[in-house]
């Protein structure tokens, strides 16, 4: 079993960055592909971006391509979520996710574990 828990949330306005967190612990020997997903007020929870174990592989939803950066230290059993140039339409919970195999990662339904979500707002 592995809990995660995010931190780095808040409001910021439009153009702004903000950082998210999520540290791992528990199975945290094991190799544990991580991503990020989040969920906006009537909609369904969406991928934003994957980091794979080792090699690093990264991927993103379109929407947030040439602003957010995803990033892990193994060291730290923790991945990060850098995001710039913010818009109203970032506005959501974002939940951190890991999952034992790359495809898994990237697809809502097959997550095998999730944080509680942390709120970011961004104003316009």
């Known amino acids: 079993q592995v809990q995660l828990v995010e931190s780095g949330g808040g409001l910021v306005q439009a153009g702004g960055s903000l950082r998210l967190s999520c540290a791992s612990s528990?199975?945290?020997?094991?190799?544990?592909?991580m991503g990020w997903f989040r969920q906006a007020p009537g909609r369904e929870r969406e991928f934003v971006a994957a980091?794979?174990?080792?090699?690093?592989?990264?991927d993103y939803a379109d929407s947030v391509k040439g602003r957010f950066t995803i990033s892990r230290d193994n060291a730290k059993n923790t991945v990060y979520l850098q995001m710039n140039n913010l818009k109203a339409e970032d506005t959501a919970v974002y939940y951190c996710?890991?999952?034992?195999?790359?495809?898994?990662?990237?697809?809502?339904?097959?997550?095998?574990?999730w944080g509680q979500g942390t709120q970011v707002t961004v104003s316009s």
């Open positions: 980091i794979s174990w080792i090699r690093n592989t990264k």
């Open positions: 528990g199975r945290t020997n094991s190799p544990l592909h």
């Open positions: 996710a890991a999952s034992g195999t790359w495809s898994s990662i990237r697809l809502r339904e097959r997550v095998g574990s």
